[in-house]
Each structure stands twice: as structure tokens, then as C-alpha cells.
């Protein structure tokens, strides 16, 4: 049986690379995205295991559309990853700034995330990943809304793995992903810890292979997880 599996947020950075790993893997792959140029500039490398529909994760009502049209597209899906996402400073607290993060990262992936655990239940199996962050382990001043939108979606894929432990008519796999600062265009300004692109990717595809339930990419990050939970916020402020 073919092996299929769709990537929201396949325009750049790790879900390009995941779609390309997966493709390499022998995946069919429907890739999505806003930019609908740098999907089809992905599907001129292999035209036969590429499918690309433009979508905003936002237009909740598209992502509807898009479900509907899977059975038209794959007789049966394996994997959905999701993978897009948006990041804004905000150091004046200005709700317009916040806005769009909230809209994206919250609303649009809980959409994502619903409809995939609803698809796979029907269907009677799946993998469903969920790129979060690090981000999701602690606040931070300076971007308030994206770490507390990494915390919703962290928290709703726990709570997504819980509910599939108990779906006895499903076997449905749940991964959460937490990269940490990953050589992507979602990174301003200098990091420690950057991790090269590709080895990010290579150690997420492994974590998704192993079914893991949940993986910090890249490994180091383990550390820097036990770290948040055991230093007080008082510490923690001189470098959030």
C-alpha cells in the first residue's frame, strides 16, 4: 500500500525539508502553504509524489475545504504534519502585533489538529505530528504571544495523545516536536544553540519514524527543558 502524507506549512524551512524526506522515503505528499510559488518550485523535483494546494491556515473555513477534498486527492492518509506558524516581537504589548500569532497559532492550528484527529478516527488509524517549540516550556517578555501560543499547542497535542490512548476504534500516534532555535527565517537576531537546518530536521524525522510522543530537537534542548521546570522565574529572567 502507497504510503501518503500532507505537511501544512511546506513553503520553507522545516516542513520544506520534512516533505522532502518524506518524498525521498517513498511518500506521496500534499504540500501546503500561502506561497503558492515555493510549492510548486518544491513540486518541479519530483511532479509525481508532490501534490500542492495553496492554503492559509487562518481561513478556517478553507481548512474545511481541504479536508473534504482529501478523499479526492489520497484513498487514505498516513501522516499529517503541522508545521506553520508565525513569531512577532512585541515589546509595547500592542494587540495588533498579537493578533495574527493568536489567529495562526492557536485558532488555525486547533482547526488543523481537530480535523486531522477527526479524519484519522474515521478512518481508523494515523500519525499526527505537531511542530510546537521549546517555546511552549516558559514565558518570555519580549514575544508574550508566540510562547504562550507554543504552550496552548503543546498542551493540546498531550491532551490529544491522551485521547488517543483511550480511542479503542483507532489507532492513532501523536508527536509533539519542540525544536529549539533551529537556522529558520522564523529566528531574529543572534541565539546560542542555533542548530543547522538539516540536522533539525533529520533528528524530527527520526523522533516521527520512532513514533515518539514527544521529541526536543535538536537533542541538547532535553537539557534546557529540565532547566525551565527547575529554575525559578527570577532566574529565568535574565535570559527570557
Do not use: C
Not at 102 to 119: D, F, H, M, R
Not at 128 to 134: F, P, Q, R, Y
Amino acid at each position: 500500500m502507497s504510503k501518503n502524507a500532507i505537511v501544512f506549512g511546506a513553503t520553507s524551512g522545516i516542513g520544506r525539508e520534512l516533505a522532502k524526506l518524506l518524498v525521498r522515503d517513498d511518500y506521496k505528499v500534499l504540500i501546503t502553504g500561502r506561497r503558492k510559488v515555493f510549492l510548486e518550485a518544491l513540486k518541479k523535483s519530483n511532479p509525481t509524489n508532490y501534490v500542492v494546494r495553496q492554503h492559509d491556515i487562518t481561513d478556517l473555513s478553507d481548512t474545511e475545504t481541504l479536508f473534504t477534498e482529501i478523499p479526492s486527492i489520497f484513498d487514505h492518509v498516513d501522516l499529517i504534519i503541522h508545521n506553520s506558524g508565525i513569531m512577532e516581537t512585541n515589546f509595547n504589548l500592542e494587540w495588533q502585533k498579537d493578533l495574527p500569532t493568536l489567529e495562526t497559532n492557536v485558532i488555525g492550528a486547533t482547526k488543523i489538529y481537530q480535523l486531522s484527529y477527526n479524519y484519522f478516527k474515521n478512518q481508523g488509524f494515523g500519525h499526527l505530528v505537531g511542530i510546537t517549540s521549546i517555546a511552549s516550556l516558559v514565558g518570555n517578555r519580549h514575544v508574550p504571544a508566540y510562547h504562550a501560543s507554543k504552550a496552548y499547542q503543546s498542551n493540546y497535542m498531550e491532551s490529544l495523545w491522551m485521547k488517543a490512548r483511550k480511542t479503542k476504534k483507532a489507532k492513532i500516534t501523536v508527536t509533539n516536536i519542540l525544536p529549539g532555535y533551529v537556522d529558520t527565517d522564523i529566528i531574529e537576531g543572534p541565539t546560542f544553540w542555533m542548530a543547522p537546518l538539516d540536522k533539525a530536521v533529520n533528528q524530527t524525522y527520526s523522533a516521527i519514524k520512532k513514533k515518539k510522543r514527544k521529541a526536543y530537537i535538536t537533542k541538547r534542548w532535553r537539557l534546557v527543558a529540565i532547566m525551565m521546570k527547575i529554575f525559578p522565574p527570577q532566574i529565568l529572567l535574565k535570559f527570557l
